[in-house]
T-cell receptor, first 109, second 114 residues
């Protein structure tokens, strides 16, 4: 059983389209992090959200932390081929660090 | 360029070989991690070192043996591996243990067992 479930698991879209990735849990997290992993590289931290209801923007990426701190979303506007990669949410609950199940995104030129 | 350096980038070994993976960071982080990752799956935690002491061992087979010689270095010694051990092995570091501190990852060692 995974503590952090991501959806969708796989996503293939055309360049220019918008998309949203969800990270859900039944547990409360003190904070959640989002990482992107490109092929052949390690995961790279994109953002950390800490406060319930918080919204953070990173260029075309918008991250939201749920009010109850049990879920988060990542919205990408006008996706580009460079956005292709594995997106991972992660966070700490009960003194343990968990990765989400991952979302593999392919943006087709 | 990542601030966590892993060597080698690729490793092919037979099931009877002994090899070591190396990881180095100079960010002053006192927690270091080994993860195993299969294609398009999330990293799976193997070991955590906190202040050079092994704090978490996620029931990893004894054919994987971690070592933390000092606060900047982390090794993973491999012996008698199985084909199912083929994967990307990632090292990470963070400021202090697990928790809210973000982890900085190396680019991994791609391991293939023949």
């Amino acid at each position: 059983t995974q503590l952090l479930e991501q959806s969708p698991q796989f996503l293939s879209i055309q360049e220019g389209e918008n998309l949203t990735v969800y990270c859900n849990s039944s547990s409360v997290f003190s904070s959640l992090q989002w990482y992107r992993q490109e092929p052949g590289e390690g995961p790279v931290l994109l953002v950390t959200v800490v406060t319930g209801g918080e919204v953070k923007k990173l260029k075309r990426l918008t991250f939201q932390f749920g009010d109850a701190r049990k879920d988060s979303s990542l919205h990408i506007t006008a996706a580009q081929p460079g956005d292709t990669g594995l997106y991972l949410c992660a966070g700490e609950a009960g003194n343990q660090f968990y990765f989400g199940t991952g979302t593999s995104l392919t943006v087709i030129p | 360029d990542t601030e966590v350096t892993q060597t080698p980038k690729h490793l092919v070994m037979g099931m009877t070989n002994k090899k070591s993976l190396k990881c180095e960071q100079h960010m002053g982080h006192r927690a270091m991690y080994w993860y195993k990752q299969k294609a398009k799956k999330p990293p799976e935690l193997m070991f955590v070192y906190s202040y050079e002491k092994l704090s978490i061992n996620e029931s990893v087979p004894s054919r994987f043996s971690p070592e933390c010689p000092n606060s900047s270095l982390l090794n993973l010694h491999l012996h008698a591996l199985q084909p199912e051990d083929s994967a990307l092995y990632l090292c990470a570091s963070s400021q202090a243990g697990q928790g809210n501190q973000p982890q900085h990852f190396g680019d991994g060692t791609r391991l293939s067992i023949l």
